[in-house]
């Protein structure tokens, strides 16, 4: 290769590097000057207002109840045609409960059913009841005795034209009436539909049993913690509740309550006072205090707070005055936002 030649590859090769040391150098010479070109973070706030801090969740109120009275039919055969006994409802004495064969068979209150049909002649303390439950439906002027008479009789009679039976009062079949008990029956579900056969000593319903206790499940059924004092606000009534359980006073508000329970509110019996602030405003220290950062002329200072309950990107606390100027970004503008 002649000289000339080797030249001339050299000039090329200068040609080439130079540039790309020109920018090495710009870029090493100006470093500095572009670093003091950067935008510094700016310090966001914002005013904190007291609030009322309720704890307020949505709850699913579960009663638990005492298993329920039966209600039975006494001997009756054939066809239900008419039923008039639906889950809540409040069966009375004297009201028509369902129809078999297109005649009605009427509630009763009383201590003891009915054990025998009666006829006239028969005698005993079970003339007296029947008796006693003509004159209270108003259907006999008065009773004192316990032999089956004309005067049981003419109540008797009035009894089957009122449930739709034709008779001269000379028999009292039991399996008119339907006994509720010694007051009245509140039904929970019903075990008969129209149409259905019946042969005999058939269990017609069962009662509502008594709330022993209701608690509190979120709706997706996971649990909640609710300790202290609280209250619950329903559809249509409002029950007190101590550490997760409706108080024993408040537990017949709940009386109707179907067993797949119903949704409410459930909130602080006495509401707190606190802020909401951005979570990004509270900070932790090393032994896992909690603190703000509160704005004080130009400059910050940190604040303990209590975080009590946080929602999305918003911490609920205790701890600050209203009006609080409060840093949101303190990481991004502090050296050491940790609480002291």
């Not at 022993?212 to 559809?235: C, D, H, I, Y």
């Not at 009534?237 to 997760?244: C, D, E, K, L, W």
């Amino acid at each position: 290769m002649d000289r000339n030649r080797l030249v001339t590859i050299a000039a090329l090769i200068a040609m080439i590097l130079a540039p790309i040391g020109f920018l090495v150098w710009l870029r090493v010479e100006t470093r500095d000057q572009l670093s003091e070109l950067e935008a510094s973070p700016m310090p966001l706030t914002a005013e904190a207002k007291l609030v009322s801090l309720d704890e307020s969740t949505v709850a699913i109120a579960l009663p638990t109840r005492t298993e329920g009275r039966t209600l039975s039919l006494a001997g009756t055969g054939g066809t239900v045609t008419s039923i008039l006994l639906s889950p809540g409802v409040s069966l009375g004495d004297s009201e028509p409960v369902l129809e078999i064969d297109r005649v009605s068979r009427l509630g009763y209150v009383a201590e003891a059913p009915f054990h025998r049909s009666l006829t006239v002649g028969d005698r005993g303390q079970d003339v007296t009841a029947l008796g006693g439950l003509l004159v209270k439906w108003g259907l006999l002027a008065d009773f004192d005795g316990e032999v089956f008479d004309t005067r049981i009789r003419t109540g008797v009679e009035a009894l089957a034209e009122r449930i739709g039976v034709s008779s001269d009062g000379r028999f009292f079949d039991r399996s008119w009436l339907v006994w509720l008990g010694p007051e009245s029956f509140v039904v929970g579900e019903t075990s008969i539909r129209v149409g259905d056969a019946l042969n005999g000593f058939e269990a017609i319903a069962r009662e509502v049993g008594e709330v022993t206790e209701v608690t509190f499940a979120s709706p997706t059924g996971s649990a909640l913690n609710l300790s202290g004092q609280r209250v619950f606000v329903g559809p249509d009534f409002t029950a007190r509740v101590t550490n997760g359980l409706v108080t024993e006073d408040d537990l017949d508000l709940f009386a109707n309550t179907p067993s797949e329970g119903i949704e409410g509110l459930i909130r602080l019996a006495i509401p707190r006072y606190g802020a909401r602030v951005a979570s990004t405003a509270v900070q932790v220290g090393p032994t896992g205090s909690t603190c703000v950062w509160v704005q004080e002329g130009t400059e910050y200072s940190p604040v303990p707070v209590v975080v009590q309950a946080g929602r999305a990107s918003l911490s609920e606390i205790e701890g600050l005055e209203d009006g609080a100027i409060v840093l949101i970004n303190p990481t991004a503008v502090l050296d050491d936002a940790s609480c002291p």
